[in-house]
């Protein structure tokens, strides 16, 4: 190994939490390498053609995990600079305060947080501006209290959805606008201006944006981060293992595949070791806990940061319906992410215990209907082709919380390969009562009644344990090294040097999505860690 392989920091994973943490330490002037295992996303015209990416999964990570019982899926991850964040719809919400603490769902207990809202919320923030994120506090009843405003306006409704908005109100409930993450710039009207780099078009969920207006990890940290001097970055890295030295105290060398151009398990390419002071996991709460639990040795049978044997369990996805309603009036809606409803979030008058949340999906169009039109046999009328059903789909998107156990966790057999084990039914009675909560609204929404059709196009047909988009919880932070992996600023317990920032290290999930508690994490660990360096 050569001077020039030796960093002050290495940042494995490009994704929310390491690009993040890149961005914060890229002013350090430290030195620093981002290792990552696919490439750039190509741009091409299939970036946003709905047969490609959601039909085909052409940008899939062409892998399979098992599931319990050994059978195959092929799991919702993507290996490119930016990580699954080139996909998220960009929903940019925070947890809110009672999430930090103790919360009795009807399947068990969300375990409170080593750390409370307060303490995260200026980081909040700082994720909200650094991101662009658009929208209004004070809307929502259930959020927390905040230290500033959003720094963009929301992005306003267009007319279907402003109806919906408004039929909601009437309902006496609370919508809200949406935090959404988009380099947009509205007229009055709320259109897209002429300077604007987003164009409010139909794309922003599941789709990587082709004109990179969307506030994803690439764009936002990586990029501006690789305009230091300082900062380095390698694709189709792909780290095998961490070694450490005889004491096991501190990991002395990233090994990582590099050049195979796949992105994939360690194949091909030449083996190279990298060296830093500073060591950041950030693959994602399925392949970090992977890449630790591959990198055991004498001191660390179990795998690293494992002594209290929790790296891999508490696995967490959230428990997730896609649904689309059917308007009565025909919605020309194109940018349809703009409305949240909370107001079931921790509980309602007929169910004790919280339910979680509704927003809106990106629009459908009639190839993703036609990709599942076989699920729908029976339940669409064959006098309403799917062109017509997607001009009039509205479509909601229900978020409801899954409890860490540790029974659902990732293991590896002894080829290596990736297994799963997930209890599907875990905590779903809420989520039932949420959709039937919307069920029962859609006559007053101008909806057809009993007219909503399961979009399981975002959940890979009928598989819902490869819908790994919101994944955590498998390496998870704690004050008590008995039965946590990280300690409160995400460093191992048991190593000196390592620390990981991605989602792994969520004890729960709450019922919103996990990408901005994951960016406000980086940037606080960063600060950490900067503080450290000096």
């Known amino acids: 190994m050569t001077d020039a392989q030796h960093y002050d920091v290495i940042v494995v994973g490009t994704g929310a939490g390491g690009g993040t943490i890149a961005h914060r330490l ?3 002037g430290k030195r620093i390498l981002l290792l990552e295992r696919g490439d750039y996303l190509p741009r091409e015209r ?18 399979f995990w098992f599931d319990k019982h050994g059978n195959q899926f092929p799991p919702e991850v993507n290996y490119y600079v930016g990580g699954n964040t080139k996909f998220y719809g960009a929903a940019l919400f925070r947890l809110r305060p009672e999430d930090f603490g103790e919360l009795r769902h009807h399947d068990g207990i969300s375990p409170a947080w080593p750390l409370s809202y307060e303490e995260l919320e200026p980081y909040y923030t700082q994720a909200e501006h650094l991101y662009l994120v658009h929208g209004r506090h004070g809307e929502d009843p259930t959020e927390g209290p905040t230290s500033a405003q959003y720094a963009y306006p929301p992005v306003q409704h267009e007319p279907r959805i402003q109806q919906l908005s408004h039929d909601l109100e009437k309902q006496g409930l609370h919508p809200f606008h949406l935090p959404i993450g988009v380099n947009l710039t509205q007229d009055d009207r709320g259109r897209a201006t002429h300077t604007s780099a987003c164009i409010r078009c139909d794309r922003v969920d599941g789709f990587p944006c082709l004109v990179g207006a969307k506030s994803d990890a690439q764009v936002i940290c990586v990029d501006p981060a690789l305009e230091y001097d300082n900062v380095e970055m390698l694709t189709h890295a792909d780290v095998r293992r961490l070694e450490t030295d005889a004491t096991g105290r501190s990991v002395t060398s990233v090994v990582a595949t590099v050049g195979d151009g796949g992105g994939g398990g360690g194949g091909g390419g030449s083996t190279v070791e990298f060296s830093a002071d500073i060591v950041v996991v950030a693959c994602g709460a399925v392949n970090s806990a992977v890449l630790l639990l591959r990198s055991a040795n004498d001191r660390h049978p179990q795998g690293l940061a494992n002594s209290s044997d929790v790296v891999g369990r508490h696995y967490m996805r959230h428990n997730n319906l896609a649904l689309m309603a059917v308007s009565r009036e025909p919605n020309d809606t194109r940018f349809q992410k703009t409305l949240a409803l909370h107001d079931w979030y921790l509980g309602s ?15 459908s169009d009639s190839e993703q209907i036609h990709g599942e039109a076989p699920r729908w046999a029976g339940a669409v009328s064959p006098d309403m082709p799917f062109e017509v059903l997607a001009h009039h789909a509205v479509d909601f998107w229900l978020c409801g919380e899954d409890l860490p156990t540790p029974d659902n966790r990732v293991t590896l057999d002894r080829d290596g390969g990736i297994h799963l084990a997930l209890d599907e039914k875990n905590n779903i009675g809420g989520l039932n009562h949420l959709r039937h909560k919307l069920q029962g609204m859609l006559g007053h929404l101008g909806m057809h009644e009993h007219h909503l059709l399961s979009r399981s196009i975002y959940l890979h047909k009928g598989m819902p344990i490869g819908a790994t988009a919101h994944q955590a919880g498998t390496v998870r932070f704690g004050r008590d090294p008995a039965d946590s992996a990280l300690d409160v600023d995400c460093k191992a317990h048991d190593l000196d040097n390592l620390y990981v920032v991605d989602t792994s290290f969520f004890p729960s999930i709450g019922a919103v999505n996990p990408s901005l508690t994951a960016i406000a994490n980086a940037l606080r660990v960063g600060d950490r860690i900067a503080d450290r360096l000096r």
């Open 26 to 28: 890229a002013a350090t």
């Open 46 to 63: 299939d970036n946003w053609d709905s047969t490609a990416v959601f039909v085909k999964g052409k940008y899939r990570a062409p892998e």
């Open 349 to 363: 008058d007929d169910w004790e215990y919280p339910l979680g949340g509704i927003q809106m999906l990106g629009k």
